[in-house]
């Protein structure tokens, strides 16, 4: 039935939705692609990062620590850099100003990956809403040509069925990758959490080292 067609001829069978199918492909890829391009550049080896930080602090240095956070541009070192900005003042502030920084960059992260779940939850519907059309188109012929037609509805629903693979051809990557891209914002969430808790700890330390107290910041 395929024999000598082409790929666009294909698409045009299984009618418009396949045209939205395949845009909703393209979008998916884009998107994946971009996120993953920005994760790869916002990552940062959070315990080498850290060796430095922790030097400065030890140093009191706080200039320099934050400079070196400026330097990065990345969701831990701008979670860290939050919470040096606020040394001077309370504890309970700085730990606060992190987390509201982590919350920003979680969502900056985020950003797009919702896109990616929605089309691999509904590729799989619009292929089948595209098989049900062709079916139903198919049907409308063989009540025009009578029972001569059965050919035709056979050929009709062989080609509405482009929909429903096409439907199944987008959804499960969409799916795959969308859960893969909440992995990747996962580690970065552990990796925002864990330099918090150890900035917080830096500068409980720095405060006793001193002579402050958490009452008295």
């Known amino acids: 039935m395929f024999e000598g067609k082409s790929v666009l001829d294909i698409v045009h069978m299984g009618g418009f939705t396949?045209?939205?199918?395949?845009?909703?492909s393209v979008i998916s890829l884009a998107i994946v692609v971009e996120r993953l391009v920005q994760y790869r550049r916002r990552w940062l080896e959070r315990h080498a990062f850290m060796g430095r930080i922790r030097d400065e602090v030890h140093k009191g240095a706080f200039d320099v620590a934050i400079t070196i956070c400026g330097m990065q541009d990345k969701p831990v070192a701008n979670v860290v850099e939050a919470g040096l900005r606020r040394h001077a003042r309370s504890h309970a502030e700085a730990s606060q100003a992190m987390e509201r920084e982590i919350l920003a960059e979680t969502a900056r992260l985020e950003q797009f990956t919702g896109v990616v779940g929605?089309?691999?939850?509904?590729?799989?519907?619009?292929?089948l809403f595209g098989t049900v059309l062709g079916i139903v188109s198919a049907f409308h012929d063989i009540s025009i040509k009578g029972s001569g037609g059965i050919t035709v509805v056979i050929a009709g629903v062989a080609e509405?069925?482009?929909?429903?693979?096409?439907?199944?051809?987008?959804?499960?990557?969409?799916?795959?990758?969308?859960?893969?891209l909440n992995r990747r914002v996962d580690r970065f969430?552990?990796?925002?959490?864990y330099c918090s808790s150890e900035t917080r700890e830096l500068l409980l330390g720095r405060s006793a080292a001193d002579g402050d107290t958490p009452?008295?910041?």
């Not at 396949?18 to 909703?24: E, G, K, N, P, V």
């Not at 069925?161 to 969308?178: D, E, F, K, N, R």
């Not at 969430?189 to 959490?193: G, N, P, Q, S």
């Open 160 to 180: 509405a069925l482009i929909c429903t693979a096409t439907g199944l051809l987008v959804a499960v990557p969409a799916v795959v990758a969308h859960n893969y």
């Open 189 to 193: 969430v552990v990796d925002m959490e």
């Open 215 to 217: 009452e008295t910041k």
């Open 118 to 127: 929605v089309i691999g939850s509904t590729a799989v519907y619009i292929g």
């Open 18 to 24: 396949m045209y939205i199918l395949l845009a909703c």
